[in-house]
């Protein structure tokens, strides 16, 4: 069974910037694409970015493009979010996510497609 435990969310006023990391445990990490969702009060969770297992990364044009990097440290079956400029509408429960994948550069775009998820971090943003 794996498990995925996000920490590093908390309060930051706007233009702050906040890193989160997600360790999983239980399975091969370098086997899996990870993912990080959100999901704010009364919409849908939504992908925020995406790492392959050979490093490839892809982000959402919707949310917070141009102000994250994902990276992966498979030595310590570790994914982060750095978050930049963070702004209020940034608010939301942040989730990390795996696939395990067969190829290196898959990058797992949508929700269905990932089998384990993290408790959930709670990112809010104050203006």
């Known amino acids: 069974q794996v498990t995925l435990v996000e920490s590093g969310g908390g309060l930051v006023q706007a233009g702050g910037s906040l890193r989160l990391s997600c360790v999983a445990s239980?399975?091969?990490?370098?086997?899996?694409?990870m993912g990080w969702f959100r999901q704010a009060p009364g919409k849908e969770r939504e992908v925020v970015a995406v790492?392959?297992?050979?490093?490839?990364?892809?982000y959402s044009v919707d949310s917070l493009m141009g102000r994250s990097a994902i990276s992966r440290d498979n030595a310590k079956n570790t994914v982060y979010l750095q978050m930049n400029s963070l702004k209020p509408e940034d608010t939301a429960v942040y989730y990390c996510?795996?696939?395990?994948?067969?190829?290196?550069?898959?990058?797992?775009?949508?929700?269905?497609?990932?089998?384990?998820w993290g408790q959930g971090a709670q990112v809010t943003v104050s203006s």
């Open positions: 996510a795996a696939k395990e994948t067969v190829t290196s550069d898959y990058t797992p775009r949508v929700r269905k497609e990932y089998r384990y």
């Open positions: 239980g399975g091969d990490f370098s086997s899996f694409a």
């Open positions: 790492i392959a297992r050979g490093g490839l990364s892809l």
